[in-house]
């Protein structure tokens, strides 16, 4: 089960942090994802992490702005967001790879993501 909070509501340049704790499932060389979506849009990839080593990768939209890390004690993965635009307002989705393994490098394709949060609601405005 994953779980995401610190979502909410915040004013074009502010921040805010996500997290997504993760229950029933240790990940150790598995790939951890942000996506979000927006009314009337796809769900898209804004960033990915590979827990066996930490590599990142963000969406262009996104670099610069937002870090994706991860607490192994806690189970848990970050996704710091600053300088937040309206176009940053979405729901954001945790999730992770089932199969362990790199094999998810580099992706930020929700196919490859079996695993996923309810949500979190970001508001930018």
């Known amino acids: 089960q994953l779980v995401e909070s610190g979502g909410g509501s915040v004013q074009p340049g502010g921040s805010l942090r996500l997290s997504c704790a993760a229950s029933?499932?240790?990940?150790?060389?598995?790939?951890m994802g942000w996506f979000r979506q927006a009314p009337g849009k796809e769900r898209e990839g804004v960033a990915s992490i590979y827990t066996g080593d930490s590599s990142t990768w963000y969406v262009d939209s996104v670099k610069g702005r937002f870090t994706i890390s991860q607490d192994n004690a806690k189970n848990t993965v970050y996704l710091q967001m600053s300088s937040l635009k309206p176009e940053d307002t979405a729901m954001y989705y945790c999730?992770?790879?089932?199969?362990?393994?790199?094999?998810?490098?580099?992706?930020?394709?929700?196919?490859?993501?079996?695993?996923w949060g309810q949500g979190t609601q970001v508001t930018v405005s």
């Open positions: 029933g499932y240790t990940f150790s060389s598995n790939c």
């Open positions: 999730a992770a790879t089932v199969a362990p393994g790199s094999w998810c490098y580099g992706s930020l394709d929700r196919r490859d993501f079996g695993y």
